[in-house]
T-cell receptor, first 115, second 114 residues
């Protein structure tokens, strides 16, 4: 059974710092891993999708890496801004027969950027 | 192109009432799924479908029913609502996992059972 863990659960840093959010998963048989942002009371906004054959993806100040063999992904945010404050969720899509197509989420990291 | 549409956005039910949360997508996606999100937690998978006529259980299926008669629609039914089902519900859709495309989510339905 796939389990996805995100550490830390909450993080508070001053504006301008670079930071790393972590995501780990127990079953390496995945098609892809997706990072989402969720603002309070809102839906999910897709940030980055990394396919299982890829090592990283970049979008602006965001860089996500994937090490499938060790079951880990990181989301790197450069030069953080108060507008980055949100909850960040990672989700993995299984590729094994019994888990085909299921997308499993971690519990998220609540990020607060202090001005 | 509307994407994934969920209705209603908000709902209050009394214990024991039944209702259906609607989810529709216009992207011809085969895969659709329902999640619930409780305070301070991530999304937990309730049911999912890999195509019309095919559904399967996720992590927390008890108390919920689904059906998939068309590619576009994937309704979630609460047969007898309980306070423990108070949550925010999200519907998602995508192409099959093997195509390695992203999943799209609706804006959520906030359900309160009193």
């Amino acid at each position: 059974k796939q389990e996805v863990t995100q550490i830390p659960a909450a993080l508070s840093v001053p504006e301008g710092e670079n930071l790393v959010l972590n995501c780990s998963f127990t079953d390496s048989a995945i098609y892809n891993l997706q990072w989402f942002r969720q603002d309070p009371g809102k839906g999910l906004t897709s940030l980055l999708l990394i396919q299982s054959s890829q090592r990283e993806q970049t979008s602006g100040r965001l860089n996500a890496s994937l090490d499938k063999s060790s079951g880990r992904s990181t989301l790197y945010i450069a030069a953080s801004q108060p507008g980055d404050s949100a909850t960040y969720l990672c989700a993995v899509r299984g590729s094994g027969y019994s888990s085909a197509s299921k997308i499993i989420f971690g519990s998220g990291t609540r990020l607060s950027i202090r001005p | 192109n509307a994407g994934v549409t969920q209705t209603p956005k908000f709902q209050v039910l009394k214990t024991g009432q039944s209702m259906t949360l609607q989810c529709a997508q216009d992207m011809n996606h085969e895969y659709m799924s329902w999640y619930r999100q409780d305070p301070g937690m991530g999304l937990r998978l309730i049911h999912y479908s890999v195509g019309a006529g095919i559904t399967d259980q996720g992590e927390v299926p008890n108390g919920y029913n689904v059906s998939r008669s068309t590619t576009e629609d994937f309704p979630l039914r609460l047969l007898s609502a309980a306070p423990s089902q108070t949550s925010v519900y999200f519907c998602a859709s995508s192409y099959p996992g093997r195509l390695n495309t992203e999943a799209f989510f609706g804006q959520g339905t906030r359900l309160t059972v009193v």
